[in-house]
């Protein structure tokens, strides 16, 4: 249980730190009348609607391009393989009697 709490806490800390570092918000304190402080926070969704859609597009072309390679590079095995059977090789080719 205590694990778990540390893994939400180190989670919400995260994503606190990265929201302020990519301006999805932003806190701002003004003093106010009888001494008090007035504090605003302005949260920027459409900051964070394109930086997500911008990461979502990111992660995907990445692992269409993984995708890609991995199949040329499976296509590129299966075809070496085919070339190294003894049935293409004349070498190993015995005349008939």
């Not at 997500?52 to 597009?57: H, L, Y």
């Amino acid at each position: 249980m205590r694990n778990l709490l540390a893994f939400t806490a180190a989670v919400v800390l995260t994503v606190a730190g990265l929201g302020w570092y990519l301006g999805w918000y932003r806190i701002h304190s003004a003093p106010a009348s009888d001494g008090h402080r007035n504090v605003n926070i302005d949260i920027n969704t459409d900051k964070i609607t394109d930086d997500i859609e911008r990461a979502e597009k990111k992660i995907l072309d990445r692992a269409n391009e993984h995708l890609q390679s991995t199949k040329d590079k499976s296509a590129k095995d299966k075809s070496d393989r085919r070339s190294d059977t003894p049935a293409n090789d004349a070498a190993n080719l015995v005349p008939p009697r």
